[in-house]
């Protein structure tokens, strides 16, 4: 069978190839009524515009960038998430994803991304932040959307997911689970998350009338060994319910349950975020109880507000999606 042509379309459709093109590439200057029928008739042909044509006439790439750290996508499962959710994303905006791995030393990094033109914008994770050539290019003319929130900045469009409501819901479950002195992993303060999660626990306490105890809160760094020497300390400092700053932590907790000899949820209950690990079996047979962070609606958030940047749209503010706290056995102790 012949390929269809774009002049094939125009002619069964009465219109000039000019105006054919309009239609297809989503420009203005055409009825209503003609762009339906020219729709109609290229839907029935089942004509695909050349990419390359397409993105020649409408002045764009149709690739976006992520930027996120390497080490983000060999250790931690939140990267991995972030990552397949946005090329989900992506996808759906029928949009081509170009990675970009966020190293130290990036070369003429930065150079080739704002010379080369093959990419029409950026999704920065915020884990990237702080990195010279990442501040680089939020300084610069090339559209970007940040996953997450700068720790200064607030000019910048982000999404995030809500993080003080959200942990101070996970913090409260464990009140109502019967735990009477919860302690805290933190993430590392230096970064927003990290300290908007321990504002939630701090909310958590005041709402219920009760004191934090500045002893149960240690601080991490966001990975599972971390985890294991701080719930050490905590388990030896009496608590019975600890909320840790994210699932990797939650799971490090668990392994200084193990060797610990205490029980879980039994001795002590443990909530995590992320979702990463929530729903696995990551303690024999206890499942992770976890604040889940919707990564597809960040995902697609971030991609539409980029999209809308390119088009020359005003970027929005930050915009904040709230998370679900999924149960399970690791802090189950009332049914």
């Known amino acids: 069978m012949d390929t269809i042509t774009l002049d094939d379309v125009a002619k069964l459709s009465g219109v000039s190839r000019s105006t054919a093109s309009r239609v297809i590439n989503d420009q203005p200057g055409v009825r209503p009524d003609v762009r339906e029928r020219v729709q109609r008739i290229a839907d029935h042909l089942g004509f695909r515009p050349n990419r390359a044509a397409k993105n020649l006439a409408s002045g764009r790439a149709s690739v976006i960038g992520l930027v996120i750290p390497s080490e983000e996508l060999r250790v931690d499962p939140y990267g991995a998430s972030i990552t397949h959710a946005v090329g989900r994303a992506a996808t759906r905006h029928d949009l081509g994803l170009m990675l970009h791995l966020a ?85 590392p303060l230096g970064r927003v998350d990290a300290r908007q999660r321990l504002d939630g626990f701090r909310l958590a ?102 999209n809308a940047i390119v088009e020359g749209h005003q970027a929005t503010g930050p915009v904040s999606i709230p998370p679900d706290l999924v149960v399970g056995g690791s802090s189950l102790r009332r049914t």
């Open 103 to 187: 190293e130290e030393v990036p070369g003429r990094t930065v150079h080739h991304i704002l010379r080369d033109g093959l990419i029409d914008g950026l999704v920065i994770s915020s884990v990237a932040l702080g990195r010279p050539w990442v501040d680089e290019l939020l300084d610069s003319s090339l559209p970007t959307v940040l996953i997450g929130r700068h720790p200064r900045r607030t000019d910048l469009a982000s999404v995030d997911v809500e993080n003080v409501d959200s942990s101070a819901s996970a913090t409260a479950h464990l009140f109502d689970q019967g735990c009477e002195r919860v302690g805290t992993i933190t993430g």
């Open 205 to 306: 306490h005041e709402r219920a009338g009760r004191v934090v105890d500045e002893t149960l809160v240690v601080e991490g760094d966001f990975r599972r060994g971390s985890a294991v020497e701080a719930a050490r300390l905590l388990i030896g400092r009496g608590v019975d319910g600890i909320v840790a700053g994210n699932d990797e932590m939650a799971i490090g907790a668990m392994w200084a349950c193990t060797a610990l000899g205490v029980s879980i949820p039994g001795d002590v209950a443990i909530v995590g975020f992320d979702g990463t690990g929530s729903g696995l079996d990551t303690h024999g047979d206890v499942t992770l109880s976890s604040v889940v962070q919707p990564f597809d609606r960040l995902a697609d958030t971030a991609v539409s507000m980029l």
